[in-house]
């Protein structure tokens, strides 16, 4: 979804979970966290960049589901994505946020520990360079990331309520299980 946002004083893109988005246009790349992670990637030489939105470190999309919900997958394509741009892999910069706990429920498999740990492990593996994280906590978050430049701006959002959060965790599961499947994820 594509608008002007007025605070950015930019155009922008939201994304939201299971979603990835590469581009080398100057615009915004914008999401709200709570236990799942965005990382932006970025190739300063080029100026191109782009964002994912995970929500599970890793999982199984043969399930019918959309693969870039699980870290695994996300972000292999957005490197893929960001490769079909000209970036070169040497060159991705990255920078992480999310991955805060923010279900009180969720005690003893926190979800967005495992995320965070997820990309950062990802990123050791594959040689890209952490610049900046914020990763943790209990604080939703909003992030706006501009690819051309690869600035980022991130806000701690209130703590939401376990009732609220849950209701909207339900609402996408339910999208999904409603969206036909479609397209094919080749890794390499």
């Known amino acids: 979804m594509q608008y002007y946002d007025p605070v950015l004083k930019s155009q922008a ?4 979970p299971a979603e990835y988005f590469a ?3 100057d ?44 870290g695994v997958h996300a972000m292999e394509l957005l490197v893929n994505e960001l490769l079909k741009l000209g970036a070169r892999r040497d060159r991705i910069e ?8 923010v279900l009180k429920s969720f005690t003893s498999n926190q979800v967005g520990t495992r995320n965070a740990q997820f990309a ?15 990763l943790g906590g209990i604080h939703p978050r909003k992030v706006a990331f501009f690819p051309v430049t690869g600035r980022a701006f991130v ?18 599961r339910q999208r999904l299980r409603s969206a036909p499947v479609a397209g094919s994820v080749e890794l390499f």
């Not at 990255?94 to 706990?101: D, I, M, R, S, T």
């Open 27 to 70: 615009i915004a790349l914008v999401t709200v966290l709570g236990s799942c992670v965005a990382a932006c990637l970025h190739d300063p030489l080029l100026r191109v960049g782009g964002m994912n939105h995970f929500m599970l470190p890793d999982g199984d999309s043969a399930d019918g589901g959309e693969p870039a919900r699980y």
């Open 155 to 172: 806000r701690q959002l209130p703590h939401a309520h376990d009732a609220e959060i849950a209701a909207e965790e339900r609402a996408y």
């Open 120 to 134: 950062l492990d990802y990123l050791r593996a594959e040689g890209i360079t952490l610049l900046a994280q914020d």
């Open 13 to 16: 893109a939201k994304l939201l």
């Open 94 to 101: 990255a920078k992480l946020f999310g991955g805060g706990n």
């Open 23 to 25: 581009t080398g246009r």
